[in-house]
Nanobody
Framework: QVRLVESGGGLVQAGGSLRLSCALS????????MAWFRQAPGKEREFVAHISGTTTDYTYLANSVKGRFTISRDNAKNTVYLQMNSLKPEETAIYYC????????????????????WGQGTQVTVSS
């Protein structure tokens, strides 16, 4: 069983920064594809960022966060990070970490149903 635990959320002013962490435990592999999603109240869960489980660590970001967010991983620590800069009030949401035990390609990277394992989420609140 794979367990994901997010941390690092909190309250920040608009324009501020936060770094989210996702710790993996259990039957995990550095080859897992990992992603971050977010869900605001009354809205569907949406894709934020993806990092491949290969040595090349290809990354993909939603257009709305490009230039401001960065996803990275430290396989020695079994941890995935989401660095968020220049945060906006509309990005207030619960942020979830997800894992897929297989390579994902194309638009499947952005699909909630592609990921087998999810964390409990961490709240990010951006005040105006």
């Amino acid at each position: 069983q794979v367990r994901l635990v997010e941390s690092g959320g909190g309250l920040v002013q608009a324009g501020g920064s936060l770094r989210l962490s996702c710790a993996l435990s259990g039957r995990t592999s550095s080859s897992y594809d990992m992603a971050w999603f977010r869900q605001a109240p009354g809205k569907e869960r949406e894709f934020v960022a993806h990092i491949s489980g290969t040595t090349t660590d290809y990354t993909y970001l939603a257009n709305s966060v490009k230039g401001r967010f960065t996803i990275s991983r430290d396989n020695a620590k079994n941890t995935v990070y989401l660095q968020m800069n220049s945060l906006k009030p509309e990005e207030t949401a619960i942020y979830y970490c997800a894992a897929a035990p297989r390579p994902t390609y194309g638009t499947r990277r952005y699909a909630v149903e592609n990921y087998d394992y999810w964390g409990q989420g961490t709240q990010v609140t951006v005040s105006s």
